[in-house]
């Protein structure tokens, strides 16, 4: 809260808590296993280390504002044109330019909830009303979400899959939404999570937004690619959309070491690929080990896990963190939990099996 004898802020800033680091968790035999933030577990190839290297070389000089090489590197391998993509301080960074691009008083942003806990912060950043529609059944509810349209919706986030549920919308309830919605607002599917999907009901939001200007897809550099430490993302939308984008970019935000190494992981995208394909058999053992230890889940199309503990999430989370397991909790809701390494997912199974027996 201010006062008078300081300066004054946006009221806004008053519902905001001012970020507190996490605690790094360690087990009595000294390991921390990081399962919190969805983060791929292996480290930079080093195809991608290497042209990091080089970039370093170059830092006294600013960074590409227009990110050329970055852009025409992710045209060529989506079989799109330039024009059509937007980059971004990871795709969070696009998220909040889209928002300040349509963001005013009176305008009001659909997303699901629970969902990214960025949507809401972005969305009071950018002066918008922020309309909440509650998932069903750990889903996106669409028929909900086109129920909550008004002539003041300008922008509607699908977050497929969804983080933290790791629940999917499938091809025909999606289309079906779509159709419903006008064409002066904005679908912004936020498909982080898109190499990790193996339902083949889900769909490939660039394949589907070609034919309809007010959707945008949002992929990201930092989950599959292995790059969340240099934040890059990207938006592929019509060119209109993509314009007013670029017209908010906060000047040569993406660095050159990111631009450099995210053109390098795009080459090395078959090495990275094995490794998402480990990941998601990993997340096939951690969900059958979860199922044979008593727990139901909602399936998973990412590469993390939901608990629905309800009121001992933080117990849980307590539990886990003995053990040097840290996850994300949502307190009276549940965990979410990424999946890493055979080890680390050991060490969480080691304690959803002893939390299990004890509850
Ligand atoms: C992790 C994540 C992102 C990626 O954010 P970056 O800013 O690209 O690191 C975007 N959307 C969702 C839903 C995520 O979970």
């Known amino acids: 809260m201010s006062d008078?004898?300081?300066?004054?802020?946006?009221?806004?800033?008053?519902?905001?808590?001012?970020?507190?680091?996490?605690?790094?968790?360690?087990?009595?035999?000294?390991?921390?296993?990081?399962?919190?933030?969805?983060?791929?577990?292996?480290?930079?190839?080093?195809?991608?280390?290497?042209?990091?290297?080089?970039?370093?070389g170059q830092v006294n000089r600013y960074p590409d504002n227009g990110c050329t090489a970055l852009i025409e590197a992710i045209a060529a391998r989506h079989g799109v044109s330039s024009d059509h993509i937007a980059v971004g301080c990871g795709s969070v960074a696009v998220s909040q330019m889209l928002l300040e691009a349509v963001g005013e008083p009176g305008v009001e942003v659909i997303y699901a909830w629970r969902s990214f806990e960025a949507y809401p912060l972005l969305a009071d950043l950018a002066g918008v009303t922020s309309v909440r529609v509650p998932?069903?059944?750990?889903?996106?509810?669409?028929?909900?979400?086109?129920?909550?349209?008004?002539?003041?919706?300008?922008?509607?986030?699908?977050?497929?899959?969804?983080?933290?549920?790791?629940?999917?919308?499938?091809?025909?309830?999606?289309?079906?939404?779509?159709?419903?919605?006008?064409?002066?607002?904005?679908?912004?599917?936020?498909?982080?999570?898109?190499?990790?999907?193996?339902?083949?009901?889900?769909?490939?939001g660039l394949a589907l937004r070609a034919d309809r200007p007010n959707v945008a897809v949002l992929r990201t550099f930092s989950k599959a690619y292995g790059l969340a430490g240099l934040r890059t993302g990207f938006m592929v939308a019509h060119p209109v959309v993509a314009d007013a984008v670029r017209k908010t970019y906060l000047p040569f935000s993406v660095n050159t070491v990111a631009q450099a190494a995210a053109i390098a992981s795009l080459r090395a995208e078959d090495e990275l690929f094995e490794r998402v394909e480990s990941t998601v058999k990993e997340r096939d053992r951690v969900v059958g080990a979860l199922h044979g230890q008593g727990w139901t889940l909602p399936p998973s199309e990412a590469n993390f896990v939901w608990l629905r503990l309800g009121e001992a999430t933080m117990d849980f989370t307590a539990a886990c963190a003995d053990a040097g397991v840290s996850v994300r909790p949502f307190a009276g809701e549940g965990a979410r939990i990424s999946i890493g390494l055979t080890e680390e997912n050991d060490a969480m199974l080691a304690v959803t099996a002893a939390y299990r027996s004890r509850n």
């Open 135 to 204: 998932l069903s059944d750990e889903r996106h509810d669409l028929a909900a979400m086109a129920d909550a349209i008004t002539e003041r919706t300008r922008l509607i986030f699908i977050c497929n899959p969804n983080n933290p549920t790791g629940t999917v919308v499938g091809e025909r309830e999606l289309e079906a939404f779509l159709d419903r919605v006008p064409a002066d607002c904005l679908v912004v599917l936020d498909e982080a999570y898109r190499e990790y999907v193996r339902d083949d009901a889900v769909p490939d």
């Open 4 to 56: 008078a004898n300081t300066p004054r802020f946006r009221s806004v800033l008053d519902r905001f808590v001012a970020y507190r680091p996490g605690k790094t968790v360690v087990s009595p035999e000294g390991k921390s296993y990081k399962l919190s933030s969805n983060e791929s577990p292996f480290g930079p190839l080093p195809s991608v280390v290497d042209a990091i290297t080089a970039a370093g």
